[in-house]
């Protein structure tokens, strides 16, 4: 994608206030399909360039002489290969992922604002502990922001996609078949997800949220900045009410664009949406690995916290 | 006594391709997509048991009753079984490895493509890929569920694994393997509603001889069924904050 | 039990020096940017885990006694894309370290780079950490 086309973008994104139909956001590219019809999302993805989250609602700076959060996260994960497609620059280079509120800021209730300082003064504390970092879900749409180490695999059917996530081998099944979702007493750490075409755009909605998760967060924060300092996500919370539609977009033949909205009435003051592109088609060797998260995580989290996680053990079932 | 084993196998192996009348992919194979599980307490004890507190009995689903251990692994097995509750690896919520996440009792689903056969387990969220697209093992590393590829022999699906760290048991009495275990799992079905299960285990350093265990596993029939959450490292999480005696 | 060290067999021994450490995960908490070292030894074992490996290696210092570093890297899954595998640092190979020292002046530190005996180099630094290394490439 040459600079003019993404600057012409940039500008359609900007314009309209709401998530845009598909029609606007994919530019009118034909993706190729598979034998029953549907766009193929199949193959293997890597997790797109780094790109802030939000606008900070306070400002913060850091003590002279402390370690700066270079934010500009894993740009050197992958190296240079000379025969990878050409990479795309980022949708809105110069702005945050969020494009509503066209503030970027992430919108929360004034009591939400103050909590997330709250888990962002405590991360020393294994109960406020970014979950991430304790092995726990990702949730959404933090799967799709850019992890070094969380690259993709898609699988899809008549009737179905099934999204593979290297980073802690988590999968997502998404039926097509207009099923509702399941019981609100049934908890899940990525959600219940279902799915339909609108078009080229694959649109996902899931709920049935756990609340032990962050929706979102990348990269990484200065330290000792406060929470309403950060552009990078972490310290966002939610609740069970938390409800995500994604849409799942190919802009050209290696690039999937991602549009996620969030509503959680009990702790923002409106929906809010983000835009990325989110998944870079991988070289044609690619392969996830296994990502053992928890096998190995005890020495870290004794460092951060004090606590000997690997003393504990569960339930003999069996 | 062995050439009657040789010919029940050798009963087993032909009857399967005559008798599957189930669905099958538009390349012919047997579709084995859905939700499946396996019945019965191997987890617990792949060896004939008698019911402890909270255990069933069960049968040995072990070919010849017994696990042909060297002796010092032998030794071995049996500490692990004093020492289970503290040294079971799936008690401190690692990877179960394989066949063992086979037959946990939660359920797991299939996914099958010509290329790739996806199996994603509700506990811990593990997920194993099977390639069968005739790629190789790869580089030399160790995992927690090994490296898996795939092939077709008439209507059973072979999966061949290596690649093993060696941390992970069989079970939780405390049958065990090192990191040169080399599995072969073959999945055949018998009907559409349940496959043959059937795993050859080898590894020098612990056996004597390979060996081999089998079981049926079933399809969870129950309609709007989904694999929903294990999320042991959050129960284990849950488990230290109580024990450290707060509120997590 | 909250604040107990944790100190095993195991691991090289690090002491939490003074009060909580803040970490976000990140290179900051732990390692010092201002304290770039260069370190040659040769390795003693490696963890393969994620989210960071490890390669102990043993360094003698001036007075020829051997010290045994731990040298945090990035996920396996980020070394094996770039090359690296369980046999390309075996025990007894000597290796040239260049990385951040760790700021409660224990024997870590987080690599960036390391030299095989060849000559052939390997970024080996973790990513999203933070870390002096983690810009865009130069």
């Known amino acids: 994608m040459t600079k003019v086309h993404a600057g012409r973008i940039a500008v359609v994104a900007l314009v309209l206030a709401a998530p845009a139909t598909s029609l606007a956001q994919d530019g009118g590219f034909e993706p190729p399909r598979t034998k029953w019809g549907d766009p193929d999302l199949r193959g293997h993805y890597l997790p797109g360039p780094y790109q802030a989250l939000e606008t900070p609602t306070s400002e913060w700076a850091p003590p002279e002489g402390a370690n700066q959060g270079q934010g500009a996260a894993f740009s050197r994960f992958f190296e240079p290969d000379p025969d990878a497609p050409a990479r795309p620059t980022p949708a809105r280079p110069d702005g945050p992922m969020i494009i509503d509120p066209p503030s970027g800021q992430v919108p929360f209730q004034p009591w939400a604002t103050e909590q997330r300082n709250e888990i962002m003064a405590r991360q020393d504390q294994l109960e406020h502990l970014d979950p991430r970092v304790k092995c726990l879900p990702a949730a959404f749409p933090r799967a799709h922001l850019p992890v070094g180490y969380n690259t993709y695999q898609i699988e899809q059917g008549p009737g179905f996609i099934l999204m593979l996530y290297e980073w802690n081998h988590h999968s997502r099944y998404i039926p097509l078949d207009d099923s509702p979702h399941i019981d609100p007493a049934i908890r899940l750490g990525m959600g219940d997800s279902r799915g339909r075409w609108e078009g080229n755009t694959l649109v996902v909605d899931t709920t049935n949220f756990t609340d032990n998760t962050w929706p979102v967060g990348h990269g990484a924060p200065p330290e000792g900045a406060p929470g309403s300092a950060l552009s990078t996500g972490h310290g966002v919370f939610h609740s069970d009410q938390l409800h995500v539609i994604e849409r799942f977009t190919f802009i050209d033949a290696n690039t999937i664009q991602y549009t996620a909205t969030i509503e959680d009435a009990d702790v923002f003051s409106q929906p809010w949406t983000l835009r990325y592109n989110a998944l870079q088609r991988a070289a044609d060797d690619h392969m996830l690995f296994e990502y053992a998260c928890h096998e190995g995580n005890g020495r870290n989290l004794s460092l951060m916290t004090g606590i000997d996680v690997e003393a504990a053990r569960v339930h003999p079932i069996p | 006594m062995l050439l009657a084993g040789a010919l029940v196998c050798g009963a087993v192996a032909h009857t399967s391709a005559q008798t599957y009348d189930g669905p099958r992919t538009a390349d012919g194979r047997p579709d084995l997509g859905g939700i499946w599980q396996v019945l019965g307490s191997a987890a617990w004890d792949l060896e004939a048991h008698n019911a402890q507190d909270g255990i069933p009995a069960g049968l040995s689903v072990v070919d010849g009753g017994t696990i042909p251990y060297r002796p010092a692994a032998a030794t071995a097995r049996d500490a692990n079984r004093v020492n289970r509750l503290t040294d079971d690896p799936v008690r401190k919520c690692f990877l179960p490895g394989v066949p063992r996440v086979t037959y946990m009792p939660w359920p797991f689903r299939i996914v099958q493509t010509p290329d790739h056969v996806v199996l994603s387990y509700e506990f811990a969220h593990t997920v194993r890929i099977v390639y069968t697209d005739g790629s190789p093992h790869p580089l030399p590393n160790d995992f927690w569920l090994g490296d898996s590829r795939g092939h077709w022999e008439g209507d059973t699906l072979v999966v061949d694994t290596t690649h093993f760290n060696g941390q992970t048991w069989l079970d939780a009495a405390g049958n065990h393997h090192s990191n040169e275990l080399h599995v072969v799992e073959r999945y055949t079905p018998m009907t559409e509603y349940h496959l043959d299960y059937e795993v050859t285990l080898e590894d020098p350093r612990t056996y004597t001889r390979p060996w081999t265990m089998r079981m049926p596993i079933y399809k969870r029939m129950e309609p709007g069924l989904r694999l929903l959450d294990y999320d042991c490292v959050d129960h284990l999480l849950d488990a230290l904050s109580e024990a450290e005696g707060g509120a997590r | ?138």
């Not at chain 3, 000597?94 to 390997?122: M, W, Y």
Request: with cysteine.
């Open chain 3, 1 to 138: 039990m909250r604040k107990t060290l944790l100190l095993t067999a195991t691991v090289t021994l690090l002491t939490l020096a003074g009060g909580p450490v803040r970490a976000h995960h990140a290179f900051s908490a732990e390692f010092d940017a201002n304290r770039p070292m260069t370190l040659t030894g040769t390795v003693n074992r490696t963890e393969w885990i994620n989210p960071h490996s490890w390669i102990h290696i043993d360094v003698e210092d001036a007075t020829g006694n051997v010290v045994t570093w731990a040298i945090e890297c990035g996920a396996p899954n980020a070394l094996m894309r770039r090359g690296l595998n369980k046999n390309s640092i075996p025990a007894g190979l000597e290796l040239v370290i260049d990385g951040f020292r760790a700021k409660n002046g224990s024997n870590t530190a987080n690599a960036r780079d390391i030299t095989l005996p060849d000559g052939s180099q390997f970024f080996v630094g973790s990513s999203g950490t933070g870390a002096p290394y983690d810009g865009p490439p130069e």
